[in-house]
């Protein structure tokens, strides 16, 4: 038996092969790019000093006690939680979108809690029903997962940032991603705005990942998609992702939120209601917990902003040039080379850094260096890279 693949190629399973593996073959999903860092990551391991890993993103600072506590006080949970989450919770991101970003309009039935923001990008497309025939555009450099969305639903992906170049094709989504992943661009209001007038001319739905927001540096303030300044209060073909794992170093919680136009979030909650994709009752206490308490976050970013500017002179220092990073938990760096010499010439000094092709063509100079890493990594990598540079 042969299986039709997305080229219109075929392609029969070996003897004895189960049928599905031929199909989940034929989806072509992109290698998982931190595969290829492992030889890198032992050479910088066995550094006399150890490692110090600025690939990932991933918080190393405890979750705030607050959040703690009402995870312990809602411990007593034996209960299905609902889809939708309760109503407490999403009142919260109500409120603090309000209060912390100006967003004004929002009801209760435009917000929808989730299980991590990466599940709900990568599921989107395939729960809104786009599939062959579709097209997702995606920003030029971007976090994977949008194009890992695309290929499970079957739809084709274009990376670009001009929306011009896109050309007459039918376009069913379209992502932004501001602060962005991985170079820490802003995109300022008048250009959000064009973005929202070129979906709706198209009838494309707009969703914006806005995971670190609230990571900006050097007074600049990102604004959200949702903003009536840029959307001039209406929020249809328009939806918000957020995410509680930067700015509260709630990674291992897995929470994060979706919010923006009813009827589509409707559309999300029937899908998501099927499939029991239900944030966990404890977890939804937790996070109400951490958005209604900005004195974490505070804290938190005072922490982020020593080690950014610690590590931004340590590379600078180091004959490395640093390309936007206004906002994110990252520095989006260069030396003029292909960005798997600095890899390799950086695991020799036993730091590890993400290689910018990981997230588009366009990055083949650069590479990402989170600077969520604990004081004494901070310290470690600082004093190699003078000595590097002396």
Known sequence: MSLETTDGATRTPPPGQPRWAARAVSTRLPDFPWDKLTSYAERARRHPDGLVDLSVGTPVDPTPEVVQAALRGAADSPGYPLTIGRADLRQACVDWLSRRFGVTGLGLDAVLPVIGSKELIA???????????????????AYPTYEVGAVLAGARCVATDSLTAVGPERVSLVW?????????????????????AWCRERGALL??????????????????????????????????????????????YRTAFVAGDPAVVGE????RKNLGLQLPGPQQVAMRAALDDDDHVAEQHARYAVRRARLREAFEGAGFRIDHSEASLYLWATRGEGCWQTVDALADLGILV????FYGRAGAEHVRVAFTVT???VDRAVGRLRASSG
């Open 375 to 377: 004081d004494d990594g």
């Open 207 to 252: 969703v914006s990942d806005e995971c670190y927001l609230e990571c900006a540096w050097d007074g600049v303030e990102p604004v959200s998609v949702l903003h009536p300044d840029v959307c001039d209060g209406d929020h249809s073909g328009i939806l918000a992702v957020h995410s509680l794992s930067k700015r509260s170093n709630l990674a291992g």
């Open 268 to 271: 999300l909650l029937a899908v």
């Open 123 to 141: 599921s989107m497309p395939g729960h809104l029903g786009l599939g062959p025939g579709d097209t997702i555009v995606a920003p030029a450099l």
């Open 176 to 196: 932004l991603n501001s602060p962005s992943n991985p170079t820490g661009r802003v995109l300022p209001v008048d250009h959000l705005r064009k973005v929202v």
């Open 354 to 357: 993400a290689p910018g092709e």
